[in-house]
């Protein structure tokens, strides 16, 4: 019996195997992606039983729809677009806010007031975050924000997916990404401009 190794499996093997009867295979594309799925459920889903059931029909669904899987893009993509989608589902169900909504004109007299003394440190965490661990303070201000918003940050920063693949996984014109990423990135920086503000009071 062959064995599948991790490294260098490509998604075409992989997905010939499943559709073979393979079960071994697909633990591997669960394994190869689980990384990527955990982080959508849990930035959409806020309820932890909802999150481990949501993620079994995320995989149930990959396994049903395999067969349709065309390769245009990569399978931990496209498996990321039927877990995106289904917690869209869930929160469109449970009637959740999806999106934030940005007042510019307070979010720049806030800045205004603040740019001087803040933002060395908005730049340290910022720095933090775009290139090592997300640090406690900005893990808490993150999960502040929308499923949609704190999903796509953690998308574009922390998977480091690119726009295409963001665009790919949440059926959203590339400009809409950008948009709503530059957005998320705003409220966020509010939010760590008032709560360090308050801190040092």
Known sequence: MNTIRENNVSDQVLVGRVLGGDTNAFRLI????????????????????DRKDIAQDIYLRTF??????????????????????????YLEKKKLVLLDSVNDEEENEILEKLNYA?????????????????????????????????????????????????TEITQLPEGTVKSYL????????????????????
């Open 30 to 49: 669960m394994k190869n992606t689980e990384g990527l799925v955990g982080q959508i459920v849990f930035k959409m889903v806020k309820n932890p039983a």
């Open 64 to 89: 049903q729809k395999l067969n349709t899987f065309q390769f245009q893009s990569k399978l931990s993509t496209w498996i990321g677009q039927i877990a995106y989608n289904s917690c869209l589902g």
């Open 118 to 166: 803040i933002d060395p440190f908005v730049s340290e965490t910022e720095s933090i975050f775009f290139k090592q661990e997300l640090s406690a303070i900005l893990k808490i201000e993150i999960d502040k924000l929308s499923p949609i918003y704190k999903t796509l940050i953690t998308l574009y920063h922390n998977e480091e997916l690119s726009y295409a693949e963001i």
């Open 182 to 201: 530059s957005r998320a990135r705003k409220l966020l920086k509010d939010n760590l401009l008032l709560t360090y503000k308050k801190e040092a009071l």
